[in-house]
């Protein structure tokens, strides 16, 4: 009998080995991913991801009554924001649920009045005094002629912010505060109608993003903030509107040079930022580099000089654009308008 016992004990001993090796081949056996495949990962995992067919708008535009989007589409939202912030080295921020219901508020002023404005009037369609806080304390942004899924709210306002098109937003301002390094939550907010009708286009949608009361994170973020990143990017988020951040600096003699390969793309400096204040996002220079295509994956050296009141006078870094499906986001499509303010 005790025989038996023993030799069962050694065939359990031997099984449990087997398997272990078996776990640890298995294991050695996943290969790890190269920074360029990590990329491509991320992109997939947390941009294409996020993109969605409804927010599941519970309110009313006629009865003023600004409702509510799903659980969902506003962890999309953060996720979304969050995929940007770690493309440019910056931690992770969390939703203020606390603010949803005054974003909510405040997309709603913008779209019962066809406009953006941080200062809504109290005479306004709509208005309510929670939405003037997050109107004047956020990222807004209205569309009008699209279909739900690519109307401008929630994750598609989240890269209209990121490429800040159009006049009045050459200082990247809504770009800045998505990447600002102590910004640590944000409220969101979305609206859309399907039944709504403006200057002979059907359909609207509105989002807020409320950064106010949320710079209070403890991160100092990486030296400077480039955007597109000093890293892999996807060819469809190289934006036409470069920028680079450092608190503290002054760009007002800066110059910028952007190169790929032999070829040296002019740049058009459109806005030198000087740093207001210590809660506000970083002074920075914005540039727009001209005849610039990508068709494969390419490297741009970038190199933004003669900077004064910094640790260097110079930075150079590289752009790693790999190629995928699509064009960069415009602010204005086949299918309608998009305004941000």
């Known amino acids: 009998?005790?025989?038996?016992?023993?030799?069962?004990?050694?065939?359990?001993l031997a099984g449990g080995?087997?398997?272990?090796?078996?776990k640890k081949d298995d294991e050695e056996d996943e290969p790890e991913l190269t920074g360029l495949e990590k990329a491509k990962k991320d992109y997939e995992d947390h941009y294409v991801g996020t993109k969605l067919n409804s927010i599941g708008w519970t309110g009313s535009e006629a009865a003023c009554n600004s409702g509510d989007i799903s659980s969902s589409t506003r962890g999309k939202v953060v996720e979304r924001v969050n995929y940007y912030r770690a493309l440019c080295g910056l931690p992770s921020l969390k939703l203020n649920s606390a603010q949803n219901a005054s974003c909510q508020d405040a997309a709603?002023?913008?779209?019962?009045?066809?406009?953006?404005?941080?200062?809504?009037?109290?005479?306004?369609?709509?208005?309510?005094?929670?939405?003037?806080?997050a109107a004047s304390t956020g990222n807004i942004a209205i569309g009008w002629g699209s279909d739900e899924p690519k109307a401008n709210h929630s994750i598609n306002a989240v890269s209209g912010y990121m490429e800040d098109p159009g006049a009045g937003n050459e200082v990247v301002g809504?770009?800045?505060?998505?990447?600002?390094?102590?910004?640590?939550?944000?409220?969101t907010g979305s609206v859309y109608d399907a039944n709504h009708s403006y200057q002979g286009m059907k359909k609207a949608a509105a989002n807020c993003i409320r950064w106010g009361d949320n710079v209070n994170g403890t991160s100092?973020?990486?030296?400077?903030?480039?955007?597109?990143?000093?890293?892999?990017?996807?060819?469809?988020?190289?934006?036409?509107?470069?920028?680079?951040?450092?608190?503290?600096?002054?760009?007002?003699?800066a110059k910028v040079t952007v190169k790929s390969g032999n070829k040296t793309?002019?740049?058009?400096?459109?806005?030198?930022?000087?740093?207001?204040?210590?809660v506000n996002p970083a002074a920075r220079l914005v540039w727009e580099p001209q005849g610039l295509s990508i068709n494969s994956d390419m490297d741009f050296k970038v190199t933004v000089s003669d900077?004064?009141?910094?640790?260097?006078?110079?930075?150079?870094?590289?752009?790693?654009?790999?190629?995928?499906?699509?064009?960069?986001?415009?602010?204005?499509?086949?299918e309608g308008k998009m305004l941000f303010l």
């Open 1 to 12: 009998m005790r025989k038996v016992l023993l030799f069962s004990l050694f065939i359990l």
């Open 17 to 22: 080995m087997v398997l272990s090796s078996c």
């Open 108 to 133: 709603l002023i913008m779209m019962a009045n066809n406009t953006l404005t941080h200062t809504p009037s109290s005479g306004m369609k709509c208005w309510t005094q929670a939405g003037y806080d």
């Open 174 to 187: 809504h770009r800045a505060w998505l990447l600002h390094p102590p910004l640590s939550a944000i409220g």
């Open 220 to 253: 100092s973020g990486p030296e400077f903030i480039a955007y597109p990143p000093a890293d892999y990017v996807p060819s469809v988020l190289v934006f036409p509107r470069w920028s680079f951040a450092l608190a503290n600096a002054s760009f007002a003699s």
């Open 265 to 278: 793309y002019q740049c058009n400096i459109i806005a030198r930022v000087a740093q207001q204040g210590s």
């Open 307 to 334: 900077i004064q009141g910094a640790s260097k006078t110079s930075y150079t870094y590289t752009v790693k654009a790999f190629k995928v499906s699509g064009v960069a986001r415009r602010s204005e499509s086949q």
